[in-house]
């Protein structure tokens, strides 16, 4: 199994370091951070970051409000497909897609893949369709980009734990070194996405938590940008909340040796693609 890390979709808001943390001008730096994990059930992506069709035709499959206030940028060779070609593989050779929740910025590139089934969680796929109502959730959730997805695969919060957490073992199809957390707070049915790797787990969060200093340290540090967004978002801040706490102990367990990931944050990113640890 081999895991690449891909940053498919930059956003620059204003605010700077207010965002990030280590911006010196007046834009910050966020990214969508995605995985392709090669296994012999073929190509695994979990999340998509921005698709095609967001790039060459923005409007309405982006909501103007949130693509103003994030100051999206969008390049089609920040795709996940075109990355994916670049590293020499067919975008047929995609076979499952991994998704932590349904928002515009991780599910914009469901349908460069047409013949990837889609895993998630019940609970987020119920509440795209039923519950798209009010401003959050009508620009959260952009239908013209999930619309032509066939191939949907849901479940259910089991008692099978994971370090404490729930966990959905055995996703159909996949090897059963991944599998799905449901972490709720910032969705309905949000999730994380664990996989067994040889040098041990890696987990990723998803937006459970957003900035880098949320987890592996024991006091909560977030970025005031970064910490009025999640608020914005999130659909139960009791759950939210709750979660990160235990992500925040289990990154702090040398003896789970867990590694821990978001979907934004560039530090991190930057720190998986060049092969650095990822350290209390």
């Not at 089934?117 to 798209?132: I, P, S």
Request: charged share 25%; aromatic share 8%; proline share 5%.
């Amino acid at each position: 199994m081999r895991i690449h890390h891909l940053n498919c979709g930059t956003d620059c808001p204003l605010g700077g370091a207010i965002f990030d943390g280590r911006s010196k001008g007046a834009l910050g730096h966020l990214i969508c951070h995605c995985l392709l994990v090669e296994t012999d059930a073929g190509l695994v992506l979990v999340d998509t970051g921005y698709g095609l069709r967001d790039v060459r035709e923005p409007f309405p499959r982006l909501s103007r409000p949130f693509a103003a206030m994030l100051n999206i940028r969008l390049r089609e060779e920040e795709t996940a497909v075109r990355q994916i070609e670049r590293l020499g593989f067919s975008p047929d050779d995609v076979r499952h897609i991994v998704i932590t929740h349904l928002d515009f910025d991780h599910a914009g590139g469901l349908e460069d893949f047409p013949n990837a089934t889609v895993h998630l969680t019940r609970a987020e796929l119920e509440t795209y369709r039923t519950k798209r109502q009010g401003f959050i959730m009508k620009n959260r959730y952009r239908p013209m980009q999930v619309d032509e997805v066939r191939a949907w695969r849901t479940y259910d919060p089991q008692g099978d734990g994971w370090f404490g957490f729930e966990a959905v073992r055995q996703l159909d199809g996949l090897p059963p070194e991944i599998l799905l957390i449901p972490l709720k707070g910032h969705t309905w049915g949000h999730a994380g996405v664990a996989i067994d790797t040889p040098e041990g787990w890696l987990l990723h969060a998803g937006d459970a938590y957003f900035y880098r200093d949320e987890v592996r340290r024991p006091d909560r540090r977030c970025t005031p940008g970064l910490r009025a967004y999640q608020t914005m978002m999130e659909v139960d801040r009791a759950s939210r909340l709750a979660n990160q706490d235990r992500l925040r102990a289990l990154s702090l367990d040398r003896a789970a040796g867990v590694r821990m990931i978001c979907a934004h944050d560039v530090v991190e990113y930057e720190a998986c693609a060049g092969g650095r640890a990822l350290t209390a």
